[in-house]
């Protein structure tokens, strides 16, 4: 649990501890202050008590916070992290339709064209994502946003942190059982997702949140060595014991089923019976990286 909180709050556990003692000092402080204040009312303890009681230390609890932050040097993280929670709090009756109006028309609400904000999930060495940060490094109309990825310590968060692109490190549970980080996409306002090398299935309502706006390269011509465990070199290594004579790339949409969407694209390689999985992904590798980000393009351009 520790663990997950210091990915979460990208904090050290020097600072993590310091985190929960205020928020530890900081509960306790504003249940001191909301029953000092109720008692300068000679008030009973009942049913309308408890009320007050509630409503005082709702309002109180971010200020007392604030202030024990203060001397534990944490003034910083608490400013932000009640910004966060002011903000989602603010905005969570209107979050699905401003999620669908961005996704459905990529414009936002004033009908102006808006930029589309890629984020890429990613979680292997990402030299597919580096291809994607690159070629849209100077582009007027595509940003790439985000980078998700469900794996400490991946290569791809590197090349994220290299290229200032801000990162989210992602987990299971609330991934496919919670919100599915789906705040997170909208505050960074993303519109259009890209997998490049992301393992995870995608959960149903980020499918419906973003229609059509999520897409996957896939290293092999799919439908064939495609579904659940055909991933790197698991698919090379069918593909070379089924003695194939070419393989290739598929760019496709993502749907509820691994590997199964509508195909957008596919490149095709030959294999030459010297080829071993490894010397065929060398080529796949090529092909992705010629391919994914012109196609991408050329998705968001429609
Ligand atoms: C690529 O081969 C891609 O087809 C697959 O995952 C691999 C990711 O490679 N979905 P990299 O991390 O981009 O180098």
């Not at 310590?153 to 987990?171: F, K, V």
């Amino acid at each position: 649990m520790f663990e997950k909180l210091k990915q979460r709050w990208k904090v050290n556990g020097l600072n993590l501890v310091l985190i929960i003692t205020t928020f530890a000092i900081g509960g306790s402080l504003c249940g001191y202050a909301g029953r000092k204040i109720l008692a300068l009312t000679n008030l009973e303890k009942g049913a309308l008590w408890v009320i007050l009681y509630i409503l005082l230390i709702t309002l109180l609890w971010p200020l007392c916070v604030l202030l024990v932050s203060f001397p534990f040097g944490q003034f910083g993280f608490f400013k932000k992290y009640l910004g966060r929670v002011f903000k989602r709090f603010g905005s969570s009756h209107d979050r699905g339709q401003t999620v669908a109006t961005l996704n459905n028309t990529g414009h936002d609400g004033s009908n102006r064209l808006t930029r589309t904000r890629i984020a890429i999930f990613a979680s292997g060495a990402g030299s597919n994502a580096q291809q994607i940060i690159n070629h849209f490094s100077s582009s007027a109309d595509i940003t790439i946003a985000l980078i998700v990825c469900n794996k400490p310590g991946a290569g791809i968060l590197d090349i994220a942190a290299n290229a200032g692109i801000p990162s989210l490190l992602i987990e299971k549970e609330r991934f496919f059982t919670g919100d599915n980080y789906l705040p997170e996409l909208q505050d960074h306002r993303i519109n259009f997702i890209v997998l490049a090398g992301f393992l995870w299935k995608i959960p149903e309502a980020l499918i419906k949140a973003y229609p059509k706006k999520i897409v996957n390269i896939h290293p092999a011509l799919l439908p064939k060595y495609g579904g659940k465990g055909m991933f790197g070199r698991h698919v090379h290594e069918a593909v070379i014991n089924n003695k194939e004579t070419e393989s290739g790339i598929t760019i496709h949409y993502v749907d509820e089923l691994y590997d199964h969407g509508a195909v957008i694209f596919q490149a095709t390689c030959a294999i030459n019976d010297s080829d071993t999985a490894d010397t065929l992904a060398q080529k796949i590798h090529v092909l992705e990286h010629t391919h994914y980000p012109k196609v991408i393009a050329e998705i968001v351009e429609k």
